[in-house]
């Protein structure tokens, strides 16, 4: 997860709205957020945390989390961008709010938390949460990614099961959890026994001597079916022969029959091919000289129409003109008064403007007259102000101020007395509760020993004895299930014939396969008992193993928890020593000490606040006394400019008479006036214009008119001519093709006849006539069709199907022996695989058998979490011995316990706890990249952010500048390190940064190095 941009308001000391640019911080690989204590630094991280996963860190999501607001804003407002997934490619915004209940402020109403990701240039909403996108959970988040303030050594400080439990869910461990798997493997292999034995049970019938038996019998059959299949073949081909004449014999009769009626239509088609023909003639040659005559005809009445409506247009054009040129010298008379006109209208529009100037000098003088008092008013409150300042100060320097110092120190104090004494009584109960829990776990284990089998010295010798037993009765179920195997053959053995096994003709004592039946079933019994016995026994040393475990976990615990009550005992008298300096007896003096310096401080910082807001409230009267008499000063100016505008005003109108009684008229009325002279003076230009192009159109008509008028009446002289010419050559031509009858020639051309159609129709008939006379020749001509006897061809095909009807039923036959081969073979198949598989069934759940043994409880994952911790301490320890220049190492044990190698003490183990303050910073510091560089090879991600807000102020200089190196040797792993400190050296170091800084008035606020 790579952060790019916060967005803060509202959030604990940010009151107004600040922005993170993580961007530009994160570019310098190594960043930092530097500010005074209690500036809002760490807000910072909280502000991350609660945009992500939608609950605040310092206080509870219930009832604190109104004190999460600050006390002067109405809510809290979150937003973060950032990327996370595969190489960081995808940009996601979360964003947080929460608002003060209006009723009621010091409520806070339900927080909204959403997650948008980024699609092209658009945000759009998610419902996938921050645990699926950053791929752990916030306690997680906290120790890998983002540590905030005081949970540096959160992981350190881990009980070795939380802290499995945490390797667990970075890295998935719970993959490795196999006793489910198994368990379902090892049922799906019993379950697969039971059905192997349910479907061998009907095989046991099947043998190698039926399948041989049956072959004989379809070979038998085959030979059969071979015989009447010739005799089929050769029936087929006689009655194909007699097939073919009996199909000519059926053509020439229907040919005969085609003849006739061909020959019946002879006469119609001769007398439609002559009228064919007189119609392509009339279609060819007359028909395009009379469509010429009838267009000529059409255009010669359109011409004289057209002529004869020239002729009215031209009469009608010449008095219309007359008109117009009337109306133009009328309109042309009225636009020559426009300047006059317009004139008038300028001095009403500066009538107007005087009206309108001095209804601002009115408003003006209303405003003046109603400043005045109240100006007063607030410098009266001002002085009122001063007076109620200096009251308070003079009451504030009776109280005597109480030392901060002192009242923090005695507060602490306090407060480590009471975890103390809270912490001793709670380790007094919870040893109570080991001892009496070691007592419990052994008598337990007496109750383990006293399953010990009868005849054996421990669980696991009667764990041995009873597994030779339960192998013996196992090669005896083998030795009797080979028996019955042999006994299922004792039906085949002949007196005097070899046996197929030993080859002895001789068989005194064959198996009897019914003792072996018993044998086995009771054998199976016990089988099952002494199974059962076995594993009862093996689950009672596991059980006592795991309680033997558990009893010296909690004897380590009590121990542990005795040690810490001594160390307890003494930090108490520690403290009791430090009140003791301070002249303080005991808790209740120290109580009523407290309670006295709070009260003067309470009344100090009471009478502090109430002066502040007095100070506050009289600076913000004076700006408004200043801003009230700004405004006067304004109005005066104001109301001096308006005097003057008005004058000029005056003098600029030229017809001062004519606008006096516009100076009594309201300025709609004068309005009124002058829109209506300005539409007046439009409309007649307007209109002058339309009569001119209106008079330009009717002239342009009428040339127009004249010229259509000329070429009418020498297109209709040119139209009689030619129609006169198309009529003379038309009768020569009806009487040179030989027509006799106008009337019928101009039916003929009327006809819409398809030519080809006709054509090929004729053409079809002739040579279908010709075909069908051929082809009754070439039958008659054939060998036997004359004398066919369909008698003959009837009997022919009933012997025929006779034979066929046997052969099926031979084929019949054989298909039917041929499947029981067929199903006798795959049973035998069946057989062999299914005795296969039960082998290999057999043998798998004895190997599962084993592995569920293996893989009981979380073994096997506390095995592999404690391995990823190994590796996780191999990593850390590279930085580690490097920071303590090779004299300390860490090192995990077995039960996931950090230990440290001290190389000055001849490489002895001691507790991490004992590490001093500084160094116990170092490993926390190198176990935190550690763990966060697992994180980044587990997201795939090519670059990885860690921000820590802890723990630098308890370095010297030396270890401080080789921490400062390590966190500057990470930007060349491609790594992103920020840190939040006041630690002034640091500062100076890294050149990138943040620094926050808290402002009285407006909250925390945000500048950059940049």
Not at 222 to 247: M, N, P
Not at 548 to 555: C, D, F, V
Not at 604 to 629: C, I
């Amino acid at each position: 997860m790579i952060p790019i941009r916060l967005e803060i308001e509202g959030l604990y000391s940010y009151k107004e709205r600040q922005v993170i640019e993580f961007e530009r911080l994160t570019a310098a690989g190594l960043f930092g957020i530097f500010g005074a204590v209690g500036s809002g630094k760490s807000s910072i991280l909280e502000a991350i945390l609660i945009a992500l996963y939608g609950s605040p860190e310092r206080v509870s999501s219930s009832g604190e989390r109104g004190s999460m607001i600050h006390l002067q804003s109405p809510q809290v407002v979150l937003h973060l961008i950032f990327r996370t997934g595969k190489n960081n490619e995808a940009t996601y915004k979360a964003q947080y709010s929460a608002k003060r209940n209006k009723k009621d402020p010091e409520k806070i109403e339900s927080g909204d938390h959403i997650i948008y990701q980024q699609v092209g240039q658009e945000w759009e909403p998610t419902q996938k949460t921050a645990e699926e996108l950053v791929g752990m959970s916030k306690e997680n988040f906290k120790q890998t990614i983002i540590i905030p303030q005081g949970k540096f050594r959160a992981f350190i400080d881990q009980k070795p099961l939380d802290r499995a439990e945490m390797m667990q869910q970075l890295f998935g461990l719970d993959r490795f959890d196999l006793s489910g798997p198994t368990g379902s493997l090892l049922k799906v292999a019993k379950e697969g026994k039971i059905r192997l034995e349910t479907q061998l049970s009907p095989l046991q019938g099947i043998a190698k001597e039926v399948l041989e038996a049956k072959e004989a019998e379809v070979k038998l059959v085959t030979q059969e079916a071979l015989a009447q299949g010739k005799k089929v073949i050769q029936g087929s081909e006689r009655l194909k022969k007699l097939d073919l004449t009996r199909k000519y014999f059926l053509q020439l009769k229907a040919l005969r029959e085609a003849a006739l009626q061909l020959q019946a239509q002879v006469p119609r088609m001769q007398e439609k091919k002559k009228q064919f023909q007189n119609y392509r003639k009339a279609k060819t040659y007359l028909k395009p000289v009379w469509d010429r005559i009838q267009d000529t005809k059409k255009d010669l009445e359109k011409y004289q129409v057209s002529f004869t409506d020239c002729s009215r247009f031209k009469k009608i054009y010449a008095e219309e003109l007359a008109t117009l040129k009337e109306e133009e010298q009328a309109l042309r008379e009225k636009n020559e008064l426009r300047p006059q006109r317009e004139a008038k209208i300028r001095d009403l529009k500066k009538v107007l403007e005087i009206q309108e100037l001095r209804g601002k000098q009115a408003t003006l003088q209303i405003k003046l007259e109603e400043l005045t008092p109240k100006l007063q008013v607030l410098k009266e409150k001002s002085l009122d102000l001063e007076k109620q300042i200096k009251s308070i100060e003079a009451q504030q320097e009776q109280v005597p101020q109480a030392d901060p110092i002192l009242l923090a120190q005695l507060n602490t104090l306090l407060d480590k007395m009471g975890s103390l004494e809270e912490r001793s009584t709670s380790l007094s109960v919870q040893i109570q509760d080991e001892e009496k829990e070691l007592q419990k776990r052994a008598l337990q284990l007496q109750q383990w020993d006293e399953l010990v089998p009868t005849g054996a010295a421990s669980l696991e010798q009667g764990l041995n004895k009873l597994q030779d037993k339960v192998k013996d009765l196992e090669g005896e179920k083998d030795r009797l299930l080979k028996t019955q195997g042999l006994s299922s053959h004792t039906h085949l053995l002949v007196a005097g014939q070899a046996c197929p096994l030993c080859g002895s003709s001789e068989h005194p004592q064959p198996l009897n396969s019914s003792d072996s039946e018993d044998s086995l079933q009771s054998l199976e019994e016990q089988l099952k008992k002494e199974q059962a016995s076995l594993e009862a026994l093996r689950n009672g040393i596991h059980s006592k193993k795991l309680e033997e475990i558990q009893l010296a976990n909690s004897q380590k615990n009590l121990a542990d928890k005795n040690q810490e009550l001594q160390k307890l005992s003494l930090d108490l008298k520690g403290l009791i020593q430090s009140l003791s300096d301070l002249g303080i007896a005991d808790k209740k003096t120290l109580e009523e000490r407290l309670e006295s310096l709070n009260t003067h401080h309470q009344r100090w910082n009471g009478l502090h606040k109430e002066l502040e807001g007095l100070r506050k409230e009289w600076h913000s009267q004076r700006g408004k006394v200043a801003e009230e008499e700004k405004a006067l000063q304004q109005f005066l100016l104001q109301n001096q400019d308006l005097f003057s505008r008005i004058s000029t005003q005056e003098q600029a109108i030229h017809d001062l008479e004519f606008c006096q009684t516009f100076f009594q008229k309201s300025q709609q009325e004068i309005h009124g006036t002058i829109a209506k002279v300005e539409r007046d003076i439009e409309e007649a230009a307007k209109d002058l214009l339309g009569i001119q192009k209106h008079i330009d159109s009717k002239k342009s008509y009428q040339s127009k008119n004249e010229a259509d008028l000329k070429n009418f009446e020498k297109e209709l002289i040119s139209h009689q001519k030619k129609w006169g010419d198309l009529q003379q050559n038309f009768e020569a031509l009806i009487s040179s093709h030989g027509f006799t009858q106008e009337q019928e020639l101009l039916h003929m051309m009327e006809l819409n006849l398809d030519v080809d159609k006709i054509e090929s129709e004729l053409q079809d008939f002739d040579q279908k006539l010709a075909s069908t006379t051929s082809k009754i020749q070439e039958l008659e001509a054939e060998e036997g069709v004359i004398s066919f006897s369909e008698e003959q061809f009837q009997v022919q095909q009933q012997e025929l199907q006779e034979d066929q009807e046997k052969e099926k039923e031979f084929l019949s036959k054989k298909t039917l022996l041929q499947k029981e081969v067929e199903d006798i073979t795959e049973e035998l198949e069946e057989k062999n695989r299914l005795s296969q598989q039960f082998l290999e069934l057999e043998n798998r759940e004895a190997h599962l058998l084993v592995l569920e043994k293996l893989f009981t409880g979380k073994g096997f994952v506390k095995y592999v979490s404690s391995i990823y911790l190994r590796e996780l301490c191999n990593t850390a320890n590279k930085r580690f011995m490097k920071l303590t220049k090779n004299s300390l190492s860490l090192e995990i044990d077995d039960s996931n316990t950090f230990w440290v190698i001290d190389y000055l003490n001849g490489g002895k183990k001691r507790l991490l706890k004992t590490l001093s303050g500084g160094q116990t910073f170092q490993a926390s510091l190198c176990l935190a990249l550690a763990l966060a560089e697992k994180v980044k090879m587990l997201n795939q991600a090519d670059q990885s952010f860690f921000f820590l807000d802890e723990g630098f102020g308890a370095l010297d200089k030396t270890s401080l500048r080789v921490v400062f190196e390590t966190l500057k040797s990470l930007r060349h792993e491609n790594r992103i390190v920020g840190i939040i400190s006041h630690v002034e050296e640091l500062q100076q170091e890294i050149g990138v940064y943040a620094q926050i800084d808290l402002d009285p008035e407006l909250g925390s606020q945000v500048s950059y190095s940049f």
